[in-house]
């Protein structure tokens, strides 16, 4: 079965072409970053226009790198939520269109599901049930899998979501937006161990997270030193503060692998590209014997591959939509439609 996907939930026009759920035949990405990085942050408004300006070519891009026609595609998947909710109408509307012109099933699918599922593009036998720590620049999640399109969040953030801390400590660490991945870079060029930053606990939630206090902490470390003239350990900076990161995630995604008996364990999401968390991750998972699967650099971030390999599985749950399908702005990803 071939899917022809869509996802436009941020600042990437995503098409993709997957067979079967596990096979990219194209997947198309016109990137935004660019023209945000200029703002420090994603314009919604702007993010909008241009995905209403290469939804279209970037179509015809896919189905050629397919090498499939339209009459080949049997069904469209697409991100109907979470997102930016201008973004996520660009790609919905795009998409409704498409499957009503060619008569085929439209697929609304979730976009953290996605991510995960970006897994089973990277490994071809893996299987729920598994254990997953979705990390993006909106949602900070751990899930159980417990089928393809059965899942029930065992833990979450109260406020920020990592990648938004990793934004914004780029910010003041002065790198480029979006700033993981400089963040990332930078704390590679120190041994850290020079900032004492806070770790939050959430009480009676202890699968719970929260990332705000952490980012406030970095952003007033920064001004202080700027207000007094103190030179900043930017490298020491940077890495402490990945390392509060990883200390928060990791050993949570341990507990709830032992509370729920889940040996398999798969990162997802942008933050998932982290080195660090993706060492200390491989370095517990190895510790108490389960097994970790991360998806490739290129798979982490938003991609429409995702979005047909998960759309394949909502179809064959039979969750497929009629053209009154709305976009959501957030979405539990435990919910069906
Ligand atoms: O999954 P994603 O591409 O988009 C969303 O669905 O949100 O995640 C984007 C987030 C951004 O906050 C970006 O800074 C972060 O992922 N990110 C990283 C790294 N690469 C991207 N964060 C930490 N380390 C990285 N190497």
Known sequence: MKILAFESSCDETAVAVVEDGRKVL????????DIHALYGG??????????????????????????????????????YAPGLIGAVLVGLSFAKSVAFS?????????????????????????????????ISGGNTLIIDVRDYTDMVILGATRDDAAGECFDKAARVLGLPYPGGKPVDELAQTSAGGVYKL???HVDGAPLDMSFSGLKTAVVNLAHHAEQVGEELDRGALARDFTQAVSDTLVPRVIEAAKQSGRTVICA????????????DLERACKENGYTLYMPPLKLCGDNG?????????????????????????????????
């Open 42 to 79: 994603v314009v919604p408004e702007i993010a909008s226009r241009k995905h209403v300006e290469c939804i279209a070519a970037l179509t015809e891009q896919a189905l050629k790198e397919a090498g499939c026609t339209r009459q080949e595609i049997d069904a469209v998947a697409v991100t």
């Open 305 to 337: 591959a995702m979005i047909g390999a998960q759309g394949y599985y909502e179809y064959l749950a039979g969750h497929t939509a009629g053209m009154e399908l709305n976009a959501y702005a957030t979405r539990d990803i435990a919910e069906g439609l």
């Open 268 to 279: 997802a999401g942008g933050v998932a590209a982290n080195s660090i968390i993706r060492s």
């Open 26 to 33: 194209a997947d198309a990405i016109a990137s935004q970053v």
């Open 198 to 200: 806070p770790h939050a």
């Open 102 to 134: 060619l008569g085929v099933p439209l697929i609304p699918v979730h976009h953290i599901r996605g991510h995960i599922a970006a897994n089973y593009l990277a490994f071809p036998d893996l299987e729920p049930p598994f254990l997953a720590l979705a």
